[in-house]
């Protein structure tokens, strides 16, 4: 067998040497999260564009009941919680850690202290105000979801936003199916009342009475709905990335109910407006993201 050269196997040693010395590079942030979604990658990309220092990501999986350890072992100040599994864990470490946390729907219910966070659900508001600057034929909106999702997206709304309680799937189509002197109607992310057979129902309804459903996504509007505003989650990043910079330097976020996102994204189909006739103007096609189709 040919032997390998001396001053090959000495420089392999040192290598080995000089390796085990060289600490890891410790982490300033953890963020808690599925790193494969695409909102997580968003997210992410734009926390980078305004946090500067050094961050390592960790599944839920993989922080499950270790993640004070973990904290202590990469020597990090900051976690941030994207998702609710991930917040679940973010919430059992001590109170002296900054923990920020979004990518979930709705508000939780959060009592730690040294804890702020964001929520995705576009808030009714921002409809009313697209509608009223925008689309003046629309004049009068009806709201359907249950009582908590009213509460929480469209308790700060008046008219002419109508708001409708539903308890169930059979409820919000009966309702949606009864509405009287509306011009459209907008859903919230209910998903206990908005099931995928409800949506088919809300869609044919809505094309049957030609009156625009207002969806929560892209795929709503792919799928038939006129149009929707998305949360930006690239300036959702930016926005987290400022507060954990805060966080850095102060060791404290304090506690603040969750916040509403705050830039969204435009989709519109204007096959559905064409059907329905309604007239979208030039400043409104200009300020959409993608029109369908």
Do not use: W
Request: charged share 20%; net charge positive; with cysteine.
């Amino acid at each position: 067998m040919r032997k390998r050269p001396v001053h090959h196997t000495l420089r392999y040693i040192l290598l080995c040497i000089l390796l085990s010395v060289i600490p890891c590079q410790a982490a300033d942030v953890l963020i808690i999260a599925d790193a494969q979604l695409k909102p997580v990658i968003e997210v992410t990309h734009g926390l980078h564009k305004t946090l500067h220092a050094t961050t390592k990501t960790y599944s839920p999986a993989e922080v499950r009941g270790n993640l004070a350890a973990l904290l202590q072992q990469e020597d990090a100040r900051v976690v941030i919680a994207l998702g609710r599994e991930a917040l679940a864990e973010a919430l059992t470490l001590p109170a002296f850690i900054p923990v920020i946390y979004d990518m979930v729907v709705t508000p939780p219910a959060v009592n730690r202290p040294n804890t702020i966070g964001f929520y995705m659900a576009t808030p009714t508001s921002e409809y009313a105000e697209l509608v009223r600057k925008h689309l003046p034929s629309l004049k009068r909106m009806a709201v359907v979801a249950s009582y908590d999702f009213l509460n929480i997206l469209a308790n700060n709304v008046s008219a002419p936003t109508f708001s409708h309680s539903v308890r169930n799937t059979v409820e919000f189509v009966n309702t949606v199916k009864n509405l009287e002197n509306i011009d459209a109607i907008l859903l919230l992310p209910d998903s206990g009342v908005m099931t995928s057979t409800a949506m088919e129902e809300a869609y044919l309804l809505s094309f049957r009475r030609r009156i625009p459903l207002m969806g929560i996504s892209e795929r709503h509007v792919r799928e038939g709905a006129l149009l929707a505003l998305v949360v930006d989650m690239v300036n959702v990043g930016m926005i987290i990335g400022e507060y954990a910079t805060t966080a850095l330097k102060s060791g404290s976020v304090g506690k603040l109910a969750a916040l509403p996102p705050r830039k969204f994204e435009l989709f519109l189909n204007m096959d559905t407006a064409r059907k329905m006739r309604i007239s979208i103007p030039d400043e409104v096609m200009r300020m959409t993201k993608r029109v369908y189709p």
